[in-house]
């Protein structure tokens, strides 16, 4: 069996009366992140993980924020394609580990459903899904809630 390593960081602003998603669900909050897409920060994340491991570019380089296509897009959408593409070179996801960092609101009572939305996209048990969030202990464009940001490290194998 060969393995691969994949590393993924995504950020984006926060802005009020924006819908904060994050790994596929809507979080209620006051602010939500901004981007061209859903702006799901942990997604993109993921998929620049995956897209890394399986030496592929970054998700920048297959959906760009400059094509109407994506505006708006559920990045459901994104990590779907990314997984199928991989599979396409023989690729599989075994597992992704990730870290939310934002200031508010809390994201653990979320994790759950995130792990449930995010498992059958990448084709792996919701155990395989590790997902934590944590402060920027009010440093920072994080910890002034300007932003927030997302770190995803996946291994993919094939036979």
């Known amino acids: 069996m060969r393995i691969r ?5 995504d950020v984006h ?6 819908d904060l998603w994050l790994g596929g669900v809507k979080i209620p909050a006051t602010k939500g992140a ?11 994340a993921i998929c620049d993980a995956i897209l890394g491991a399986a030496n592929l570019g970054d998700i ?6 400059t ?10 959408f994104f990590l779907k394609e ?4 991989i599979a396409a070179k023989g690729w599989k996801v075994e597992n992704v580990d990730c870290s939310i960092t934002l ?27 590790s997902i934590k969030a944590t402060t920027n202990e009010k440093l920072g464009y994080v910890g002034r809630m300007e932003g927030l940001n997302a770190y995803a490290v996946v291994l993919i194998s094939r036979s």
């Open 5 to 9: 390593v994949g590393f993924g960081f």
């Open 34 to 44: 901004t981007g061209h897409s859903d702006a799901d920060v942990l997604i993109h």
């Open 67 to 76: 094509d109407p296509r994506w505006a708006g897009m559920d990045s459901k």
């Open 103 to 129: 200031e508010a609101p809390k994201v653990k009572p979320h994790i759950p459903a995130m792990r449930q939305a995010l498992a059958p996209l990448m084709g792996v048990a919701e155990e395989d899904v």
């Open 13 to 18: 602003p926060l802005e009020e009366g924006r």
């Open 82 to 85: 990314v997984c199928r593409m």
């Open 60 to 65: 920048g380089t297959h959906f760009q924020n």
